[in-house]
């Protein structure tokens, strides 16, 4: 095993320490940028399998490189390294928001600084994670702690010049207080761009899929998991690492181990084999997020050719092929999940290819890798 396939496999903590990435143009530079987001993706072999883990690894690299193309010198750092001190004058810095770090205050105003958006506005994430638990605590009479359902306030909106913002118009909206020019840019998928199924959708209209991270509540796991379990005829595949969460699990280990049509499978490798075969044999993802950047579960599973029972807040722009969750409410979710679960062989499968298609035009890396530029070009002057 080589060292970088080595760094693929250790601890995320070691990513988080004071190490840098030079990577130098060729020729003369035009200029440096301090680029503070992942650093792990620059020690990843071509085909390793974290690539598929989450978009952002590619993401982060991509954006380095986009920048090095203009010309300039590009120091990387991980977003979470509080022990990094600049040594070098850098003329631009672009960041994804760590609360705890310093860093914007040690560089000299003349620097332009840039930040990079993931989510919806703290406070708007907040109060929607408030009401999630307040809601889950009336029906299930017992309190959950917010954890990963809240974040702290980004006082890194007030020292930047613009922000680049990975979500739909509602997510871009959240932001409208605040005052700063927003840059949409189009999530990537970190599944195969090009996949293909023989979906016999007769069979599958039976099988949904909810696939997500951390923050079960504000993604609404737990409304969907209460709407599947009044409707035994249907079944749901559970993905994500919902074991790290035992507070979660303790409420809902019913619904997740002693339901027999839900079927718990932690996390998944979402480009392995296991996900592709029971994704060819579902028909829709239920996600009810209340709030998000842009949901890459929902972009990945379109991709895939699932038709998409969302909410407008997961950040994905669903045109009229899926089903858009306005309230999210246990019934909302139940009406909308029967609806298409009683849809035509034939309307299925024209909406799972509508969907693939959608996903196929807005949502790749070449779409991504173009919004970005446009961006850079845009602040950089090239």
């Known amino acids: 095993m ?20 030079t990577l130098r143009p060729k020729g003369t530079p035009k200029g440096r940028v301090l680029f503070s987001y992942l650093i792990e993706p620059f020690f990843l072999t071509e085909n390793a399998g974290r690539w598929r883990s989450h978009t ?68 708007f994430r907040n109060n929607g994670a408030a009401k999630r638990l307040r809601d889950l605590e009336q029906r299930k009479k017992v309190t959950l702690f917010a ?27 959240t932001y409208e207080s605040c005052g700063l020019k927003m840059h949409r840019i189009y999530s990537s998928p970190s599944v195969d761009e090009n996949f293909s199924c023989q979906r016999n959708h007769d069979e599958a209209r039976r099988n949904f899929i909810w696939l997500g991270s951390g923050g079960f509540v504000l ?15 249907l079944h749901l595949d559970v993905f994500g690492p919902v074991e790290g969460d035992m507070d979660f699990i303790e409420v809902y280990r019913r619904e997740l181990y002693e339901t027999s049509n839900i079927t718990m499978h932690g996390w998944v490798d979402v480009g392995g084999e296991r996900f592709k075969k029971i994704v060819e044999c579902a028909v829709a993802i239920v996600y009810a997020s209340c709030s998000e ?28 092929v899926g089903i858009v969750l306005k309230e999210c409410s246990i019934d909302e979710i139940k009406g909308a999940v029967e609806k298409v679960s009683q849809m035509s062989a034939h309307e299925l499968e024209e909406r799972s290819k509508a969907a693939a298609a959608l996903a196929r035009s807005r949502y ?17 002057g090239w």
């Open 2 to 21: 080589n060292i970088k396939e080595i760094l693929g496999k250790i601890d995320k903590r070691f990513f988080n320490q004071p190490t840098v990435v």
């Open 56 to 123: 952002n690894l590619w993401e982060s690299r991509e954006m380095a490189r986009v920048v090095l193309e203009g010309g300039y010198e590009v120091d990387v750092i991980h977003y979470q390294n509080d022990a990094f001190v600049p040594k070098k004058k850098y003329d631009y810095f672009i960041f994804h928001y760590n609360p705890g770090a310093a860093l914007p205050d040690c560089l000299p105003k003349a620097c332009r600084k840039f930040l990079h958006i993931t989510g919806s506005y703290w406070e």
């Open 147 to 173: 954890n990963r359902n809240k974040i702290a306030p980004n006082t890194a909106l007030k020292i930047v010049e613009a922000a680049t913002m990975m979500g739909n118009d509602f997510t871009i909206g």
């Open 219 to 233: 993604k609404g796991l737990d409304l969907v998991l209460e709407a599947f379990s009044h409707m035994p005829h």
């Open 293 to 320: 950047g842009s949901s890459t579960g929902v972009i990945n599973c379109m991709h895939m050719g699932l038709i998409p029972i969302a909410s407008y807040q997961s950040g994905v722009d669903m045109g009229d």
């Open 364 to 380: 790749t890396r070449s779409a991504f890798r173009k919004s970005y530029k446009k961006f850079v070009d845009s602040v950089m």
